[in-house]
């Protein structure tokens, strides 16, 4: 099971987001070019991948987002 997204329609605010993921540990969340721009993508390939492990791995995608966010002002503007 895959799973690709993008974040702020901005490649490199996605490459970012894929950076902190990748730094913050909990889970490993690879890049990867689609149609000429930049998507994290995800995939479950563990039978013992379970609710908690899938809702750990979702809030630290969130956390990272929210950090890119916050420390950019281009991202800050795209979300308005």
Known sequence: ???????????????????RVQ???????????W??????RLSV???PTTEADIDMSADAIIA????VQAASPKASAKSR
């Open 23 to 33: 730094a913050d540990g909990v889970c490993f969340a690879g890049g990867a070019q």
């Open 45 to 47: 390939i563990s039978a």
């Open 64 to 67: 990272a987002w929210r950090a």
């Open 1 to 19: 099971n895959q799973v690709v997204l993008s974040f702020g329609g901005d490649d490199e605010l996605t490459k970012a987001v894929i950076a």
């Open 35 to 40: 149609r000429e721009h930049w998507a994290m």
